[in-house]
Structures are given as structure tokens and as C-alpha cells.
């Protein structure tokens, strides 16, 4: 049994899992601790600067140094900290790398996009057991990034990982409260862009079935199944029909910050950019539903993603 600390920073979110690991009888069981998630955008303005943001990065280091605190109390032996998107796009990443390391005393690691996926498939697919013969989908919606990883029982099969996110989106084209039909379908052009793209490294085709990881995806189900707050022990392993997801994807997208804000499964951090995140979990999905020859009718949501994959990866 040892205890570890995996820190996922994305452009949105930074997040922390503390977690007991049980290697013995050959698996590998994965007990939370501690498990929180701070809304910081990092990735605030990247987009258009190509720099990481003064008061982004304050954020940022606030919020390591709380969990800095948190590791310490809690006697995790080992730490990871993994960024991604937005620190992979910034000309002044260097800052942060050495904020991070002076915080935490561990060297953070900016991931490639295909480490990013792999970790999230990884993350997925110990809680959501994969068939043998099943090819699954993860798709990884983030906040400047989304990740496409087939695999199968065996591990990963193919990734892609490609720039839309729902901070990204937002910041490039969603700029109306409500966003205007230009607004969206300027979106949805990207959107499909991006899809695409990663169909050429990524035979979407072969999918049998299709999980849905981060905050976008799993706020997405919450308004789906109507919950009366955020439940992550109700939304994990939730499989629903394509349709439902569409509607509730395109619900959010047109619907008044002020409405979104009184949602009582909202994270506030996350009110700004739900409609761009539905915007492109329902255009996945529909051009999944299309790819598969009508074969891929639902989609699960998993609350266990790369988080878990960066916990899991620690030897």
C-alpha cells in the first residue's frame, strides 16, 4: 500500500487526488483520500495572447499551495503534477514550471497531447470495465484541448488530441449571452475541423462504444438526468441515449448565464463555458452516431479520468 498525490492542471481546472494504492494480488485498486477541484483558469486569454496571464497564474499558484498543504497533512509519499493544454500553447510556460516547482518541490510536466490521452484512457478504463473485443472510445473534453483515445481491453489502440476545448471556444467565438446562430455555427465549423483531424489518426469508425470524461461531459449528464445537485456517485457509469445528451448539450448552449448560474448541479467556474462545452459533445456525438453507421447510440459518462490515470501512473 502506498500513498500518492496526482495533480491535473488543465486550462480550466486544476484538481487533486490524494489516493491510497493497493498493488497486491496482481491489481492495482485505487482508494480516494482526498479529491478536490478548484476552477483557476489558467488558460484565460491563451488563446489570443499565447501567454499565460499575470493574474491566471496567481490563481494557479494559490491553488497548488493550498494542496502543497493538503499533500503535506495528509503524508502522500509520492507527487505528479501534470499540465496540459493551455501550458502546452504558452510562450512564457517557463513561469509556471517554476512557480509549480517552487510550491510543490516536484518538477510539473507539461504532457504532450497523446500522453494526455493515454492517461485518460487509463483513468476511464480502471473503473469502467472494457470487454474483450469492445473497442471504446474515451473522448476527453477539456478546456483547450479534447482528446479522442481508442482502446480496447488491452490498452490504447490509437489517440488524438486536438485544440477545441470549452474555454477555448467560449473565448474565440461564444462571446454573446446567449451566443448568436453565426456565434455557434462559426463553433460548430471548428468543431468539426477538429474531428476531422482526428479521424486521420483515430478510426472513430471502429468504435463500439463511447465514454465521456471531464467537467463539460459529466455537468452535461447532470442536466440530462435533471439531478437536484452535482452527485458524482449518480452521474459515473451513467449511459444515455444520444438524443438526451443532444438535447441537454444544446439546452445549455442557449440558455441565459443567469439561468445556467441558478442550475443547482452548476459549478460556478463553469457557468461561462457549459454552452461551448455542449456545443461540442453534441457535435462529437452526432458525428460519432454517423461515422459507426448508427451502431453507436448511447454515450456513459465517467467521473474518473485523467486524474486517475496520472494517480495510477505513479511506480
Not at 493574474?55 to 497548488?64: G, I, N, Q, S, V
Not at 455555427?185 to 478510426?203: F, H, N, Q, S, Y
Not at 444544446?250 to 443567469?258: G, H, I, K, S, W
Request: hydrophobic residues 45%.
Amino acid at each position: 500500500m502506498s500513498r500518492v498525490a496526482a495533480i491535473d492542471c488543465g486550462t480550466n481546472s486544476i484538481r487533486l487526488l490524494i489516493a491510497d494504492i493497493d498493488r497486491s494480488n496482481g491489481d492495482v485498486k485505487l482508494t480516494d483520500v482526498v479529491r478536490e477541484m478548484r476552477v483557476v483558469r489558467l488558460g484565460e486569454g491563451v488563446d489570443a495572447t499565447g501567454e499565460l496571464a499575470p493574474a491566471a497564474l496567481e490563481r494557479t499558484f494559490a491553488a497548488t499551495a493550498d494542496y502543497a498543504r493538503l499533500i503535506r497533512d495528509h503524508g502522500a509519499g509520492k507527487v505528479r503534477f501534470v499540465a496540459t493544454s493551455a501550458s502546452r500553447d504558452a510562450r512564457n510556460r517557463q513561469v509556471f514550471v517554476d512557480g509549480i516547482r517552487d510550491l510543490l518541490g516536484v518538477e510539473p510536466e507539461v504532457i504532450t497531447g497523446d500522453e494526455e490521452a493515454a492517461l485518460s484512457f487509463a483513468g476511464a478504463s480502471s473503473v469502467l470495465p472494457i470487454l474483450d473485443g469492445a473497442q471504446v472510445l474515451v473522448v476527453d473534453l477539456g478546456g483547450g484541448s479534447t482528446e479522442f483515445v481508442l482502446g480496447t481491453a488491452d490498452g490504447v489502440t490509437a489517440a488524438k488530441s486536438v485544440d477545441i476545448g470549452c474555454v477555448r471556444l467560449t473565448e474565440r467565438h461564444l462571446r454573446e449571452d446567449p451566443p448568436t446562430a453565426e456565434q455557434i455555427v462559426a463553433a460548430e465549423a471548428d468543431v468539426d475541423a477538429a474531428i476531422t483531424k482526428a479521424g486521420l489518426d483515430v478510426p472513430l469508425e471502429r468504435a463500439t462504444a463511447v465514454v465521456g470524461v471531464a467537467g463539460s461531459i459529466t455537468t452535461i449528464t447532470a442536466h440530462a438526468m435533471r439531478l437536484p445537485e452535482y452527485s458524482p456517485d449518480a452521474i459515473h457509469g451513467t449511459e444515455l441515449p444520444i438524443d438526451d445528451i443532444r438535447g441537454a448539450a444544446t439546452d445549455l448552449l442557449e440558455m441565459p448565464r443567469a439561468q445556467r448560474a441558478a442550475l443547482p448541479y452548476m459549478h460556478p467556474g463553469r457557468v461561462d463555458v457549459i454552452g461551448a462545452g455542449g456545443l461540442v459533445w453534441r457535435r462529437i456525438l452526432e458525428r460519432l452516431r454517423g461515422l459507426s453507421g448508427g451502431r453507436i447510440v448511447t454515450a456513459t459518462a465517467s467521473e474518473h479520468d485523467i486524474l486517475d490515470g496520472i494517480a495510477l501512473s505513479i511506480s
